[in-house]
Nanobody, 125 residues
Framework: QVQLVESGGGLVQAGDSLRLSCTAS????????MGWFRQAPGKGREFVAA????????RYADSAKGRFTISRDNVKNTMYLQMNSLKPEDTAVYYC??????????????????WGQGTQVTVSS
């Protein structure tokens, strides 16, 4: 069983950048495809980006394309989300997730087995 811990959230202004990290422990990190999801106040959880076990394939929500970059370092057991040109509508709690069952870079949250506690990102206008 893998444990996930997110970090790197904070309060920024529109147009700024942030890099989120998700560090895994308790499992073989390279055995898991990974994803980022977010949940804004009063809204459901939504897919942001996903990456396969090797990092060779990535997938993005339309809202993230061109602004966010997902990556991973299987030596450091860490996944990243580089977020540029942030907008107020990016304000949300960001969660990382891991799946050992699917290596397609899935955007479906029910296909992920493990979740972190989340990190808050707030973008002011």
């Amino acid at each position: 069983q893998v444990q996930l811990v997110e970090s790197g959230g904070g309060l920024v202004q529109a147009g700024d950048s942030l890099r989120l990290s998700c560090t895994a422990s308790g499992g073989t990190f390279s055995s898991y495809a990974m994803g980022w999801f977010r949940q804004a106040p009063g809204k459901g959880r939504e897919f942001v980006a996903a990456i396969t076990r090797s990092g060779g394939v990535t997938r993005y929500a339309d809202s993230a394309k061109g602004r966010f970059t997902i990556s991973r370092d299987n030596v450091k057991n860490t996944m990243y989300l580089q977020m540029n040109s942030l907008k107020p509508e990016d304000t949300a709690v960001y969660y990382c997730a891991a799946t050992g069952r699917h290596n397609s870079g899935t955007s479906y949250d029910f296909q992920y087995d493990y979740w972190g506690q989340g990190t808050q990102v707030t973008v002011s206008s």
